[in-house]
C-alpha cells in the first residue's frame, strides 16, 4: 500500500488524513476530524472515500486497443486507397491512349476525304 498522512493537532481539535492506494486496486481516503473545547464535549467526524483504480486501467487499456484498431484501420485504409490511385493512374493512361489512337484516326480519315475531294476534283476537270 502506497500511502500519505497528514496530521494536525492544535488547541480547538485535530485533524488526520489518511489516503493512498491499497493493492493498486483501489484510491483510498479517510479524514477524521475532532472539534473540542475541552475532552468532555469533543465532536468526532470522520469522512472518507474509496474508488477503484482498475476500472482507470480497463479504461486505458481500452483506449489502447481502440486506437491500435483506429492504426490499423487507417493502415489499409491507406494501402487501398494506393491501390486506387494506382489504378486510376493506369485508367487516365488508358484515356490519353485512346485520345491520341481517336486523333490518329481522324487526321488519317480528313486525310483520306481531302484526297477524295481531290481526286473528285481533278475527274471533272478531264
Known amino acids: 500500500m502506497t500511502h500519505s498522512a497528514d496530521i494536525k493537532i492544535d488547541h480547538s481539535g485535530m485533524r488526520v488524513s489518511l489516503s493512498g492506494q491499497i493493492f493498486l486496486i483501489f484510491q483510498a481516503s479517510v479524514t477524521l476530524t ?8 469533543a ?3 470522520v469522512d472518507g472515500y474509496i ?3 482498475e476500472f482507470n486501467g480497463l479504461a486505458r487499456a481500452i483506449k489502447q486497443k481502440l486506437q491500435s484498431f483506429g ?3 487507417k493502415s489499409a485504409i491507406d494501402k487501398e486507397q494506393r491501390k486506387v490511385d494506382g489504378a486510376q493512374n493506369k485508367v487516365n493512361g488508358l484515356k490519353r ?11 488519317a480519315s480528313r486525310a483520306i476525304r481531302k484526297q477524295e475531294q481531290k481526286n473528285c476534283s481533278s475527274q471533272k476537270r478531264r
Open 97 to 107: 491512349q485512346v485520345a491520341s489512337k481517336k486523333k490518329a484516326f481522324e487526321d
Open 71 to 73: 492504426d490499423a484501420a
Open 43 to 45: 465532536n468526532l467526524m
Open 34 to 41: 475532532s472539534s473540542y473545547n475541552s475532552l468532555n464535549s
Open 51 to 53: 474508488k477503484s483504480t
